[in-house]
Protein backbone atom coordinates (compact mmCIF):
# COMPACT_ATOMS: atom_id res chain seq x y z
CA UNK A 1 0.00 0.00 0.00
CA UNK A 2 1.62 2.98 -1.37
CA UNK A 3 2.49 5.82 1.72
CA UNK A 4 0.29 9.13 2.04
CA UNK A 5 1.34 12.59 3.57
CA UNK A 6 -1.33 14.45 5.67
CA UNK A 7 -0.07 17.71 6.47
CA UNK A 8 -2.44 19.56 8.74
CA UNK A 9 -2.52 23.80 9.41
CA UNK A 10 -2.69 24.85 12.80
CA UNK A 11 -4.50 27.85 13.85
CA UNK A 12 -8.32 27.53 12.98
CA UNK A 13 -7.51 23.77 11.82
CA UNK A 14 -6.29 22.09 14.44
CA UNK A 15 -6.98 24.80 17.50
CA UNK A 16 -8.25 28.07 18.34
CA UNK A 17 -6.17 29.76 20.78
CA UNK A 18 -7.93 32.94 20.88
CA UNK A 19 -5.00 35.45 19.64
CA UNK A 20 -2.53 34.48 22.01
CA UNK A 21 0.03 33.78 19.01
CA UNK A 22 -0.91 37.24 18.05
CA UNK A 23 -0.91 38.87 21.29
CA UNK A 24 2.90 37.18 22.12
CA UNK A 25 3.83 38.38 18.52
CA UNK A 26 2.90 41.77 19.35
CA UNK A 27 4.60 42.04 22.65
CA UNK A 28 7.82 40.55 20.72
CA UNK A 29 7.72 42.97 18.28
CA UNK A 30 7.50 45.76 20.79
CA UNK A 31 10.25 44.20 22.65
CA UNK A 32 12.77 44.21 20.01
CA UNK A 33 12.03 46.75 17.24
CA UNK A 34 10.24 49.46 19.91
CA UNK A 35 7.15 49.41 17.38
CA UNK A 36 4.60 46.98 16.10
CA UNK A 37 4.34 48.40 12.92
CA UNK A 38 1.60 47.70 10.56
CA UNK A 39 0.63 44.34 13.15
CA UNK A 40 -2.58 45.08 14.13
CA UNK A 41 -3.90 45.76 10.75
CA UNK A 42 -2.01 43.09 9.02
CA UNK A 43 -4.06 39.87 8.11
CA UNK A 44 -2.62 37.08 9.72
CA UNK A 45 -4.51 34.50 7.83
CA UNK A 46 -2.37 31.74 6.29
CA UNK A 47 0.80 34.10 6.43
CA UNK A 48 4.44 32.61 7.76
CA UNK A 49 5.60 34.45 10.98
CA UNK A 50 8.41 35.71 8.79
CA UNK A 51 6.24 37.66 6.34
CA UNK A 52 3.65 38.83 9.21
CA UNK A 53 6.91 40.77 10.17
CA UNK A 54 8.17 41.90 6.62
CA UNK A 55 4.73 43.24 5.71
CA UNK A 56 4.22 44.85 9.51
CA UNK A 57 7.54 46.52 9.70
CA UNK A 58 8.74 47.47 6.16
CA UNK A 59 5.77 50.16 6.06
CA UNK A 60 7.75 51.82 8.83
CA UNK A 61 10.65 51.96 7.15
CA UNK A 62 12.97 49.06 8.40
CA UNK A 63 14.79 47.24 6.06
CA UNK A 64 14.94 43.37 5.17
CA UNK A 65 18.65 43.40 6.95
CA UNK A 66 17.36 44.96 9.98
CA UNK A 67 14.47 42.89 10.12
CA UNK A 68 16.16 39.29 9.55
CA UNK A 69 18.79 40.76 11.68
CA UNK A 70 16.55 40.98 14.63
CA UNK A 71 13.96 37.76 14.16
CA UNK A 72 16.43 35.73 16.31
CA UNK A 73 15.78 37.24 19.07
CA UNK A 74 12.16 38.38 18.80
CA UNK A 75 11.47 34.66 18.89
CA UNK A 76 12.77 34.26 21.53
CA UNK A 77 10.61 36.80 23.60
CA UNK A 78 7.80 35.40 21.11
CA UNK A 79 7.90 32.26 22.88
CA UNK A 80 8.58 33.35 26.34
CA UNK A 81 5.30 35.61 26.02
CA UNK A 82 3.76 32.57 24.21
CA UNK A 83 4.09 30.47 26.82
CA UNK A 84 2.56 32.55 29.50
CA UNK A 85 -0.48 33.46 27.40
CA UNK A 86 -1.55 30.07 26.09
CA UNK A 87 -2.01 29.58 29.65
CA UNK A 88 -3.93 32.37 30.15
CA UNK A 89 -6.05 32.13 27.16
CA UNK A 90 -8.64 29.54 26.22
CA UNK A 91 -7.27 27.08 24.11
CA UNK A 92 -10.32 25.35 21.92
CA UNK A 93 -9.81 22.69 19.91
CA UNK A 94 -11.54 21.71 16.83
CA UNK A 95 -14.78 19.52 16.41
CA UNK A 96 -13.56 16.23 15.38
CA UNK A 97 -9.71 16.87 15.70
CA UNK A 98 -9.00 14.23 18.89
CA UNK A 99 -10.92 11.67 17.28
CA UNK A 100 -9.67 12.06 13.05
CA UNK A 101 -6.05 12.11 14.45
CA UNK A 102 -6.54 8.85 16.54
CA UNK A 103 -7.92 7.20 13.92
CA UNK A 104 -5.46 8.17 11.27
CA UNK A 105 -2.17 7.07 13.49
CA UNK A 106 -3.75 4.05 13.27
CA UNK A 107 -3.07 3.93 9.43
CA UNK A 108 0.41 2.20 8.49
CA UNK A 109 0.66 4.14 4.87
CA UNK A 110 -0.26 7.60 6.69
CA UNK A 111 2.65 9.89 7.79
CA UNK A 112 1.15 12.63 10.00
CA UNK A 113 2.76 16.61 9.63
CA UNK A 114 2.41 19.60 10.26
CA UNK A 115 2.32 22.20 7.63
CA UNK A 116 2.22 26.03 9.23
CA UNK A 117 3.16 29.45 9.01
CA UNK A 118 3.84 29.37 12.49
CA UNK A 119 7.65 29.31 13.78
CA UNK A 120 8.47 25.69 14.72
CA UNK A 121 8.67 26.13 18.63
CA UNK A 122 5.54 28.34 18.57
CA UNK A 123 3.64 25.70 16.89
CA UNK A 124 4.91 23.06 19.12
CA UNK A 125 4.27 25.51 22.30
CA UNK A 126 0.13 25.48 20.39
CA UNK A 127 0.06 21.85 19.63
CA UNK A 128 1.48 21.24 23.38
CA UNK A 129 -1.52 23.34 24.67
CA UNK A 130 -4.05 21.18 22.87
CA UNK A 131 -2.95 17.53 23.89
CA UNK A 132 -1.82 16.76 20.31
CA UNK A 133 2.03 17.12 20.09
CA UNK A 134 2.51 13.77 20.01
CA UNK A 135 0.22 12.33 16.75
CA UNK A 136 2.72 14.61 14.53
CA UNK A 137 5.97 12.73 13.07
CA UNK A 138 7.79 15.88 11.63
CA UNK A 139 6.49 19.65 10.03
CA UNK A 140 7.84 22.25 7.63
CA UNK A 141 7.31 25.45 9.71
CA UNK A 142 7.59 28.97 9.35
CA UNK A 143 11.27 29.19 9.86
CA UNK A 144 11.40 27.45 6.69
CA UNK A 145 10.46 29.37 3.69
CA UNK A 146 9.18 32.57 3.58
CA UNK A 147 6.04 32.10 1.87
CA UNK A 148 3.55 29.09 2.65
CA UNK A 149 4.01 27.58 -0.96
CA UNK A 150 7.65 27.14 -0.40
CA UNK A 151 6.72 24.45 2.29
CA UNK A 152 5.48 21.31 0.44
CA UNK A 153 8.67 20.87 -1.23
CA UNK A 154 10.22 20.91 2.22
CA UNK A 155 7.74 18.66 3.46
CA UNK A 156 8.69 16.32 0.95
CA UNK A 157 12.67 16.32 1.32
CA UNK A 158 12.12 15.44 5.43
CA UNK A 159 10.00 12.65 4.44
CA UNK A 160 12.62 11.14 1.93
CA UNK A 161 15.80 12.13 4.27
CA UNK A 162 14.17 11.34 7.48
CA UNK A 163 12.08 7.89 6.31
CA UNK A 164 13.92 7.05 2.85
CA UNK A 165 10.35 7.18 1.18
CA UNK A 166 9.48 8.99 -1.90
CA UNK A 167 6.00 10.60 -2.02
CA UNK A 168 4.31 12.06 -4.93
CA UNK A 169 2.77 15.07 -3.97
CA UNK A 170 -1.10 13.68 -5.55
CA UNK A 171 -0.18 11.61 -2.50
CA UNK A 172 -0.09 14.46 -0.27
CA UNK A 173 -2.95 16.14 1.26
CA UNK A 174 -2.94 19.77 2.63
CA UNK A 175 -5.80 20.31 5.06
CA UNK A 176 -6.27 23.85 6.16
CA UNK A 177 -8.98 26.54 7.40
CA UNK A 178 -7.60 29.50 4.56
CA UNK A 179 -7.64 30.23 1.25
CA UNK A 180 -3.65 30.35 1.05
CA UNK A 181 -3.82 26.19 2.05
CA UNK A 182 -5.99 25.52 -0.89
CA UNK A 183 -3.20 27.59 -3.30
CA UNK A 184 -0.76 25.87 -0.94
CA UNK A 185 -1.78 22.69 -2.44
CA UNK A 186 -2.87 23.49 -5.71
CA UNK A 187 0.90 24.98 -6.23
CA UNK A 188 2.14 21.56 -5.78
CA UNK A 189 -0.40 19.10 -6.94
CA UNK A 190 -1.68 18.19 -3.95
CA UNK A 191 -5.35 17.08 -2.58
CA UNK A 192 -6.63 20.08 -0.60
CA UNK A 193 -9.00 19.63 1.96
CA UNK A 194 -10.63 23.12 3.01
CA UNK A 195 -12.47 23.09 6.30
CA UNK A 196 -14.94 26.00 7.62
CA UNK A 197 -13.46 26.16 11.36
CA UNK A 198 -11.71 29.43 10.62
CA UNK A 199 -12.05 32.32 10.31
CA UNK A 200 -12.88 32.60 6.30
CA UNK A 201 -16.13 32.96 5.09
CA UNK A 202 -17.21 29.46 3.51
CA UNK A 203 -18.28 30.81 0.56
CA UNK A 204 -14.72 32.26 -0.31
CA UNK A 205 -12.95 29.08 0.52
CA UNK A 206 -15.61 27.28 -2.21
CA UNK A 207 -14.44 30.07 -4.25
CA UNK A 208 -10.98 28.66 -5.16
CA UNK A 209 -12.25 24.97 -5.46
CA UNK A 210 -11.14 23.20 -2.84
CA UNK A 211 -11.05 19.05 -4.18
CA UNK A 212 -12.63 18.49 -0.54
CA UNK A 213 -14.85 20.88 2.08
CA UNK A 214 -15.37 20.12 5.27
CA UNK A 215 -17.58 22.34 7.53
CA UNK A 216 -15.21 20.61 10.49
CA UNK A 217 -13.33 17.74 10.47
CA UNK A 218 -15.63 15.65 12.64
CA UNK A 219 -17.08 13.09 9.99
CA UNK A 220 -14.06 10.76 10.59
CA UNK A 221 -15.42 8.00 8.40
CA UNK A 222 -15.93 10.21 5.53
CA UNK A 223 -12.92 11.98 5.75
CA UNK A 224 -10.21 8.58 6.53
CA UNK A 225 -12.84 7.21 2.96
CA UNK A 226 -11.38 9.83 1.06
CA UNK A 227 -7.53 9.93 2.17
CA UNK A 228 -7.28 5.81 1.73
CA UNK A 229 -9.36 5.62 -1.64
CA UNK A 230 -8.06 9.02 -2.99
Same mark, same amino acid.
Not at 74 to 88: A, G, V
Not at 160 to 165: C, D, L, Q, V
Not at 210 to 226: A, Q, R
Given at each position: ??K???L?D?D????N??K?????L?????????????M??? %????????????????????? %???I??????????? =????????I???????? #???V??????????????I?? #?N?R???????????V???????? =???????????P??????????Y????????? =?I??????????????????????????????????????????????E?????????
Amino acid at each position: MKKKALLFDIDGTILNCNKAGKHSLIQACLDIFGTIGKMEVV %DFQGKTDPLILTESLSAMGFS %DDIIRNGTGKLKEKY =FSHLRENIIKYNTVIMP #GIPVLLDALSKQENIILGILT #GNFRQSAEIKLAAAGVENYFRFGA =FGDDAPNRNGLPPIAKNIIMERYGIEIDYSDF =FIIGDTVYDIECAKASGAVSISVGTGWADKEKLLSRNPDYYFDDLSDTEKILNIILNS
